[in-house]
Each structure stands twice: as structure tokens, then as C-alpha cells.
């Protein structure tokens, strides 16, 4: 079993779309005026996409945990378009100002699984390989990009 793990580059509203993260906005912050007023054709579907977050309905663990596994990404003012993944929706609007961009420990990564078959092994063993990858998938042991142990 292989693994390669490649960064995502989101340098633009338009690789975030691409790579079909929604993106998360705190409300109230400055950055939301800014993207609402922007006529940028590709920060107009980011917004739309957009999910605002109101920090007075939700708490922080909450909306890590959102950005964590549903793959929403942090936009913090439309000046900044470094769109990474960041811990932007987790602070209030004074940490906003002090940094506008507060990137995440844990880098995006892009998860690329493959099955390593070797051609001068006899076929029988490749069949079984390629056989028990199939398996796999349909018994739902290749579940988001990792296998279940």
C-alpha cells in the first residue's frame, strides 16, 4: 500500500473553489463587508458558497471541528489571497485584527492512494492484490482517503 501526500496550493479564491472547499466567514468581521462589496467574479461564488459562522451560536471547538472534517476553509479579508486553511473562524474579531492570517498547524493535505503491484510477480499474486483492493472498496475499508485497521 502506498500513500503520497501532496500540499494543496490555495493562493486564490479560484483553488479553493477547484479543490471544493466552502469557505467560512465570522460574523461580524471585517472581511465579510469587504468579500460582500468585491466584484471579483471568483470571490462572488466564494461568497455564495460561503458559510458565515456566528461565534454567539457556536463555540470554538465546534467550529475547528467544522473546518476539521468538512473541509471548510477560513477566509479572513479579501486582501489576503493566501486562502489556506486557518484557525481565522476560531478568534474573535480583536485576534482577527492583530493577524489577519493565522495559519494551522496541520498543513492541507491532498491524500493519493494507490495499490503497488510488481510486474515480474507472478500474475497469480497480482490478481489477488488487485482483487482484494476491489474488495476492499466495496466493503468500505477505503474510507476517506485512509484504511480502517
Known sequence: MLQQSDYLKLTSFTDVINHDFRPCFLLPANCGKLLN????????????????????????????????????????DDSAYASVKTYGCLYEKEEEDKKPLILSEMPIYKHILGIAINKFAPKS??????????????????????VKK
Open 37 to 76: 462589496d468585491s466584484t471579483d467574479m471568483n470571490t462572488r461564488r466564494s461568497v455564495d458558497q460561503a458559510i458565515w459562522v456566528n461565534l454567539a451560536e457556536k463555540n470554538t471547538g465546534d467550529i475547528f471541528d467544522m473546518l476539521k472534517q468538512n473541509r471548510y476553509v477560513s477566509i479572513l
Open 125 to 146: 499474486v497480482n490478481d489477488v492484490i488487485t482483487k482484494g483492493s476491489y474488495a476492499a472498496t466495496e466493503f468500505g475499508l477505503f474510507e476517506h482517503d485512509r
